[in-house]
């Protein structure tokens, strides 16, 4: 088994000698015996290329089994005395803190053990945190994924090696681990919880494995190799992921745009829009009714605990929900914009300028960021404010009524678009769509003295 597991530790490159290793230990067979493993390891020192292992145990004590929660603490302590083995613990208020966290005793656990584990690894350069799940943690795993349901990433069971978490133990399977502390007579602590049902994992480790292995005597070796295949198949379907990604999908200013038509084109793109909004805390069940909309109208709104998703014309529109999805309304005075104050909105600046006619450039700029406005023709204070059902102006140049939602159809403005679309107004006379077209009633004509010059910068 030594040799398997340092094949193993080699294969999966799980770690160099010279890194630091720390041992998580609860005491349990499957942890001491990777413990064992270290140990024994090392002992091959001399005829082996790559030097000793550099390691040290952490051990938990939840209090959640009384005195035998302390006893698990005092045997790993005094085995690791026996090696010569650091030893670091800590005691956790493990049931007090499942009650002010509102999360279950297992997920409690888990938390704390895992966030000291990682506090230890900082603190004390660690490279490595190892923990001794093997091959029927992984079986147990891919069943219980299967029942709550999973994509192609919950198939491939537990990694031996993700971030700074190695699994160096994944290569046995848990008769392995019983014949050899059979064989080398290796003495560790019975957890009481392990033979409970309570818990879903041990459902299914007690009462569900044992039926398949009616079914098939040697589920541990046919799972093994399935789980390889499914480790191939998760790595091709992370790189095609990555290609849809980069295919559909763009980033403007924090807001992410996914061309339908390119979604559309994409072969199983059910699927992998599904993997994509998973990113953006969007569930299986939006992310199918998303893809159901694609070919619907647009306007239709989805929300994730974090992000807004807009089924716009071409595009699916993810924004972080922003002010502007809130009313926003302000009150520019004279004497404001006098002093040379500027007024911030969402991500945009307006400055304003009052000159005489006669400062007038000949030549001036004409773009939509830029509105010129006659002065006297403005009764301050204006308003900034955003669009509503109903706004209507008289586009620069014309003479007729125009809704402003008709014109902004007109001009094949985007819903998202629309949703930050802002108006200068005076007394609720529309001045000007801040970034598309001035009124005309507000135009610079050869009476005009003063000049409103306001700039999106």
Not at 76 to 79: G, I, M
Not at 371 to 379: M, S
């Given at each position: 088994m030594l040799h398997a597991f340092l094949t193993y530790i080699n294969e999966q490159k799980l770690f160099e000698s010279s890194e630091k290793v720390l041992l998580t230990v609860s005491g349990g067979k499957d942890s001491v015996v990777m413990l064992d493993l270290f140990c024994r390891a090392n002992l091959l020192e001399p005829n082996r290329s790559n030097g000793r292992f550099q390691f040290a145990v952490a051990h938990c004590n939840f209090q959640l089994r009384g005195k035998d929660s302390d006893d698990d603490q005092i045997f790993?302590?005094?085995?690791c005395k026996e090696n010569k083995v650091v030893f670091h613990t800590k005691t956790f208020d493990t049931k007090n803190y499942a009650k002010k966290t509102k999360v279950s005793i297992e997920m409690a656990a888990r938390t704390l053990r895992y966030e000291w584990f990682e506090s230890m690894r900082q603190e004390m350069n660690f490279d490595y945190i190892a923990t001794a799940h093997h091959l029927n943690d992984s079986i147990e795993t891919v069943l219980l994924n299967l029942t709550k349901g999973t994509g192609i990433s919950g198939l491939k069971g537990i990694s031996a090696k993700k971030g700074y978490i190695i699994r160096p133990m994944l290569f046995a399977s848990r008769k392995q681990i019983d014949d050899y502390v059979t064989k080398k007579n290796i003495s560790w602590q019975e957890d009481s919880s392990n033979a409970s049902n309570d818990y879903q994992r041990n459902l299914i480790r007690n009462q569900v494995v044992p039926l398949l292995k009616k079914i098939n005597p040697n589920l541990d070796e046919t799972f093994a190799?399935?789980?390889e295949r499914f480790h191939s198949l998760e790595a091709d379907f992370r790189k095609n992921l990555s290609h849809f990604k980069t295919t559909v999908i763009r980033e403007e200013n924090g807001i992410f745009f996914l061309k339908i038509v390119d979604i559309k084109h994409w072969q199983s793109a059910n699927y992998y829009l599904e993997e994509l909004l998973k990113e953006f805390g969007f569930n299986y069940f939006q992310s199918k009714e998303i893809f159901n909309s694609l070919a619907g109208l647009s306007g239709k709104m989805f929300?994730?605990?974090k992000f807004t998703l807009l089924k716009d014309r071409e595009d699916l529109v993810i924004s972080p929900p922003s002010s502007s999805e809130k009313t926003i309304s302000m009150s520019i005075s004279l004497d404001e914009i006098n002093k040379g104050q500027s007024f911030v909105y969402l991500d945009n600046k307006l400055r304003f300028t009052v000159f005489n006619i006669e400062e007038m450039e000949t030549n001036f700029e004409r773009n939509n960021a830029i509105?010129?406005?006659?002065?006297?023709?403005?009764?301050f204070p204006i308003i900034l404010r955003q669009w509503q059902e109903g706004d209507w102006?008289?586009?620069f140049g014309m003479k007729g009524k125009?809704?402003?939602s008709d014109f902004m159809i007109d001009k094949k403005i985007s819903l998202y678009l629309k949703k930050s679309t802002f108006l200068l107004t005076s007394q609720d006379a529309t001045i000007w769509i801040i970034n598309h077209r001035a009124d005309n009633r507000f135009k610079l004509t050869e009476s005009t003295k003063k000049v409103l010059k306001v700039e999106v910068v």
């Open positions: 790993v302590e005094n085995l190799r399935n789980l929300y994730s605990e509105l010129f406005a006659d002065f006297d023709k403005i009764t102006f008289i586009p125009k809704k402003i």
